[in-house]
């Protein structure tokens, strides 16, 4: 159980086109989402934390305008890269918070996104 | 906001030996503290994980970690490393409300033969 899936898992673009990335808890509803960057050699950062129906909340330093976050449903969150350019490039992680086995929350990791813009 | 240190960056280590990352985090209140595993471009696997309880923590792959309050440590270790666990380790702290997680830097474990 609380497995969480992303799409795709790999997407090149050019500069100037916009990339839209899906985030979906499989067998869970999950009414909070959290979207991370990894930069190359480094740990990840929360770049804005996604609740279901309502708008998302961006870190400091984390542009709402470039990074655009959807969370539609309790099953569905996403993320879109607009006018993506080549600094943009990195690894996207989202994760989703569930109600655990012991009654708790539990937070529970995608695999992954690698977005190359050229 | 939270602060976790990983001190290395990097641990060299040779297959069969014991290996031990540190993290040490930053809270003065009551924090979950985890440890997860990343492969060259993979997402992160979830090792073992620190809610309550005994302060000895079993994971997966023959790895513990031990939470340790009064020196706001929660150290990785395993007896006996193999070459598969040449991989990035990462230490993470989350309060209590999983709102948001903590990573640290992350440490290189890098088994030789």
């Known amino acids: 159980g609380a497995v969480v899936s992303q799409h795709p898992s790999r997407v090149i673009c050019k500069s100037g086109t916009s990339v839209k990335i899906e985030c979906r808890s499989l067998?869970?509803?999950?009414?909070?989402m959290f979207w991370y960057r990894q930069f190359p050699k480094k740990s990840l950062m929360l770049m804005a934390t996604?609740?279901?129906?309502?708008?998302?909340?961006?870190e400091q330093g984390v542009e709402k305008d470039k990074f655009l976050i959807n969370h539609a449903s309790l099953t569905l969150s996403t993320l879109t890269v607009t006018s993506a350019h080549p600094e943009d490039s990195s690894f996207y992680i989202c994760?989703?918070?569930?109600?655990?086995?012991?009654?708790?929350?539990?937070?529970?990791f995608g695999p992954g996104t690698r977005l190359t813009v050229l | 906001a939270q602060s976790v240190t990983q001190l290395d960056s990097q641990v060299p280590v040779f297959e069969e030996a014991p290996v031990e990352l540190r993290c040490n985090y930053s809270?003065?209140?009551?924090?979950?503290l985890f440890w997860y595993v990343q492969y060259p471009n993979q997402g992160l696997q979830l090792l073992l994980k620190?809610?309550?309880?005994?302060?000895l923590v079993k994971g997966i792959n023959g790895f513990e970690a031990e939470f340790n309050k009064s020196q706001t440590s929660f150290h990785l270790r395993k007896p006996s490393v193999h070459i598969s666990d040449t991989a990035e380790y990462f230490c993470?702290?989350?309060?209590?409300?999983?709102?948001?997680?903590?990573f640290g830097s992350g440490t290189k474990l890098n088994v030789k033969p």
């Open positions: 067998d869970f509803q999950a009414t909070t």
């Open positions: 993470a702290v989350s309060e209590t409300d999983f709102n948001k997680f903590y």
């Open positions: 620190y809610l309550s309880g005994s302060t």
């Open positions: 996604s609740n279901e129906g309502s708008k998302a909340t961006y």
């Open positions: 994760s989703a918070r569930s109600h655990g086995a012991g009654g708790g929350l539990e937070q529970f």
């Open positions: 809270s003065s209140v009551s924090v979950y």
